[in-house]
């Protein structure tokens, strides 16, 4: 940690008890899919449709990181060559999911442009402030989702020469977006569709607890003193490129469990930890909170604002970020404003910080964030890490 820094905030820790639905459980834990892969799913099933005029009753569908999955059809239409509609059923495996048992629809009809057109329906959210990855008038559509629903369409059209709209809706979207933080976030009349790597992996139960538990057991056994903490797939990814040196086996997703993952690696006698996340998690971790579910925890404008504030942010500038909408929002104000990499490199002091206090001084902390690709380190304890993470093309 940089000497001249401000000393970390002496914030309290905190790590608050799960959900009610994610209690200890007996029984292995069972993955599920994302509303992206079932509405990828379900567009590919619709376009085939659409094409041979013949109902679909099942469809297999690629993941972002390779593999194929198929679902059932639940509900396949096709109107003389015009349109179609074909509905998967979302099944979130273990996950206490409020999306779990969605009718993810895909409608598809022709369109005279070439390539394809993807839009929102009913019960899928609309993007009504910024910091969320998304313009504002937009469907909650992601990224990737988007490009795993074009990817699935174009092995039955070939949108070269051919153009197709595509409408995602969630019969009941609306409702079961109310048990989520999406209105806060300014994600108006539906759900979001989501997911980086296509699959619902159940990072909020005691289990998956459990077995970050072990991981990081596992990793101590190996005689390995360091243990790299990152959140998901696209953070570790990111890890490995930062520190190659380092054993796959010191490489740990931890979910929302920070706290967990620290206390484990203090008894089996690990002397560093590591951890590499993107802006929320990172002023999650920097408030004190140490499992970061997100029913259990919020992201403090306040602590942003005192960040931009100490990093040489001009006053509209620490004001704009005190009523930022997400910690991405606040990522946007402070690279605009070209101060990234000073706003950055103090909040991941802070959770360095953080996480020492933790450990009670028995582990030292290094902390790295990153953009939301997961492609670039932005900001470091050690600025020797900070450029591009080469473990990514």
């Not at 009809?109 to 019960?123: A, H, N």
Request: overall charge positive; hydrophobic content about 45%.
């Amino acid at each position: 940690m940089n000497p001249h820094e401000p000393a970390p905030q002496l914030v309290p820790l905190r790590e608050p008890d799960l959900p009610r639905t994610a209690k200890v459980r007996p029984d292995a834990l069972r993955t599920g899919w994302t509303t992206g892969t079932c509405s990828a799913a379900a567009a590919k099933a619709a376009s085939a449709a659409l094409v041979s005029g013949i109902v679909q009753r099942a469809v297999t569908v690629s993941l972002p990181a390779g593999g194929l999955v198929s679902f059932a059809v639940e509900r396949c239409v096709v109107d003389a060559g015009r349109t179609a509609e074909a509905v998967v059923i979302k099944d979130a495996g273990d996950d206490p999911d409020v999306t779990h048992g969605a009718h993810l629809t895909a409608t598809v009809t022709w369109r005279t442009r070439t390539g394809i057109e993807i839009d929102g329906g009913t019960g899928v959210g609309v993007v009504t402030k910024p910091g969320l990855g998304l313009p504002v008038g937009e469907a909650a559509i992601n990224p990737v989702p988007r490009s795993m629903i074009t990817r699935s369409v174009a092995e039955v059209v070939d949108l070269d020469t051919r153009g197709l709209r595509v409408v995602i809706s969630v019969p009941d979207g609306e409702r079961m977006a109310r048990r989520t933080t999406n209105a806060r976030l300014g994600i108006i009349g539906g759900i979001s569709i989501l997911g980086t790597t296509g699959i619902v992996r159940p990072f909020s139960t005691a289990s998956w607890r459990a077995s970050v538990e072990q991981a990081v057991a596992v990793a101590a056994a190996q005689q390995q003193c360091t243990v790299v903490l990152a959140t998901g797939g696209r953070t570790e990814k990111a890890a490995i490129g930062l520190l190659p040196a380092l054993p796959e086996v010191c490489f740990v997703e931890v979910g929302d469990f920070t706290g967990a993952a620290l206390r484990r690696a203090v008894e089996v006698g690990m002397t560093d930890v590591v951890f590499v996340g993107m802006a929320g998690k990172l002023t999650k971790l920097a408030a004190g909170i140490l499992m970061t579910h997100y029913t259990r925890s919020k992201v403090s404008p306040d602590l942003l604002a005192g960040i931009t504030a100490d990093a040489g942010g001009d006053a509209a500038l620490v004001a704009a970020v005190a009523v930022a909408n997400t910690a991405r929002h606040a990522h946007e104000l402070w690279e605009t404003a070209g101060l990234l990499r000073a706003a950055g490199d103090l909040l991941c002091a802070r959770v360095a910080g953080v996480l020492v206090r933790f450990t009670e001084g028995r582990l030292r902390a290094r902390v790295a964030m990153v953009d939301f690709t997961g492609m670039s380190c932005v900001a470091a304890t050690e600025q020797t890490w900070v450029g591009p993470c080469r473990s990514t093309p």
